[in-house]
């Protein structure tokens, strides 16, 4: 089943630009942020306190694996780390077709200033562990990608158009 997978950094519009696509091609919309979080029945800061990092990475394979069985083609929206563990590269790959949405350093911290919902973030300097994160995941965000998008400057409107050309032959 081929389904539009987005990935990419905390605050790279995964969630919002997939949800307006989803409805621009008339598909279901998943998240699987939302996934874990609903199966869990407790928030990720709360699963990352109690289960720690692993115990999330662990449900959000599960949450990934278990979208094998969805029988609609979808827009799936996967969290921001899901890419970088290997245990999920296959998973993605038969998943669909990966997009990487590409956003300035400067673009994320902008929309990340003030968030407390992702632990990863949290304490220390915004600015220097968004670049620490980006420094280790930006090569495998490209290598996992079957298409990059760069959503800097451009609206919604505008991405949605070039994603769907951009697939339209998939
Ligand atoms: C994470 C990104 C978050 C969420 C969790 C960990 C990461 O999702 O899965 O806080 O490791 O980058 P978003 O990318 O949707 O913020």
Do not use: W
């Not at 905390?10 to 996934?35: E, I």
């Not at 996992?144 to 409107?157: C, M, Y």
């Amino acid at each position: 089943m081929r389904h539009l997978i987005l990935i990419g950094f905390m605050g790279s519009g995964k969630t919002s630009l997939g949800k307006r696509l989803a409805k621009a091609l008339g598909r279901p919309f998943v998240d699987t942020d939302q996934q874990v979080e609903k199966t869990a029945g407790k928030k990720i800061s709360d699963i990352f306190q109690e289960e720690g990092e692993s115990g999330f990475r662990r449900r959000e394979t599960e949450a990934l694996a278990k979208l094998k069985e969805e029988k609609k083609p979808c827009v799936i929206s996967v969290g921001g780390g899901l890419p970088v563990q290997p245990q999920n590269h296959l998973l993605l790959e038969q998943l669909g077709t990966v997009i990487y949405l590409e956003a300035p350093v400067e673009v994320l911290e902008q929309r990340l200033a003030g968030d407390t919902g992702r632990p990863l973030l949290a304490g220390g300097d915004l600015h220097t562990r968004i670049v620490q994160l980006m420094e280790q995941r930006e090569e495998i965000y490209q290598e996992v990608a079957d298409l990059i998008v760069q959503t800097g400057g451009k609206s919604f409107e505008e991405l949605i158009t070039e994603v769907k050309k951009r697939t339209e032959h998939l």
